[in-house]
């Protein structure tokens, strides 16, 4: 005989899936799912643990659970691809907003990251991506100006790799990828749409052209509901 808690789990996701439980709304009340299904608070529990565990739920403190959009949008741990060519393959047409281009000199930890020396100039390029009113991707790049002379706010609004590949001629090989989860910084919460959530995913990318020259450092920062990050292994 199936656990209880399972059969109420599955017939969630079923209402999740077919739409009676929309995108961002709020599943009923511990005890009204009680009552509803005729059990104890426990095994309700034990429902909304396994929904959340699996990316249906985002239990928000203070309010509940909030249905996730399950239509996440795949991100390719390995591949290295602009932000510009996986909107092409989104249904909602993405925005990007450019919050700021500056040529600058690097602190430490910039510098460290990209192996410069303490006369070397970077490109900053801080840019928010926002899907379907909702801002939820901050993506901070650091560009070696050795190597970028210029940049525009139209270029950045646009595709960086794109005006790097045809206009500058440059190969972009390869990169070093690290992914970590961290509490949201000030500037996350000021620039994405954090409101309920206690992390984001960060994507922490050294990027190399085809003669292995480190050019670019980049964190893009996620917010974790909207997206999973998938990669193919074989063994």
């Given at each position: 005989?199936?656990?209880?808690y ?42 909304l643990?396994?929904?959340?565990q ?18 996440k949008?795949d991100?390719?741990?390995?591949g ?11 249904g909602?047409?993405?925005?990007t ?8 000199k690097?602190?430490g ?9 303490g ?21 901070k790049?650091?560009?070696c100006?050795?190597?970028v ?12 790799y ?7 001629k ?29 992390n ?36």
């Amino acid at each position: 005989m199936t656990n209880k808690y399972l059969t109420i789990y599955e017939s969630i996701v079923e209402q999740i899936k077919n739409g009676e439980l929309a995108p961002q709304t709020l599943l009923p009340s511990e005890n009204e799912l009680k009552d509803q299904y005729d059990t104890s608070r426990e095994t309700i529990r034990k429902a909304l643990n396994l929904l959340s565990q699996n990316g249906y739920i985002q239990k928000v403190r203070g309010k509940g659970s909030i249905v996730i959009d399950i239509s996440k949008f795949d991100f390719p741990v390995s591949g290295l691809v602009s932000f510009k060519e996986l909107a092409s393959k989104m249904g909602s047409k993405p925005v990007t907003l450019v919050n700021d281009l500056a040529l600058i000199k690097p602190d430490g930890y910039i510098r460290q990251q990209l192996q410069l020396g303490g006369k070397d100039l970077v490109w900053k390029v801080v840019r928010t991506r926002e899907m379907g009113g909702e801002k939820i991707i901050l993506d901070k790049d650091y560009l070696c100006s050795s190597l970028v002379p210029s940049l525009s706010e139209e270029i950045c609004a646009d595709s960086i790799y794109e005006y790097l590949e045809n206009e500058l001629k440059l190969t972009i090989s390869f990169a070093k990828k690290e992914i970590v989860v961290e509490e949201p910084t000030p500037e996350d919460r000021s620039l994405l749409d954090l409101e309920g959530f206690h992390n984001v995913v960060v994507i922490k990318n050294h990027v190399y052209l085809d003669d292995a020259t480190l050019f670019q450092y980049t964190e893009s920062r996620h917010r974790p509901d909207k997206f999973r990050f998938v990669d193919f292994a074989r063994r």
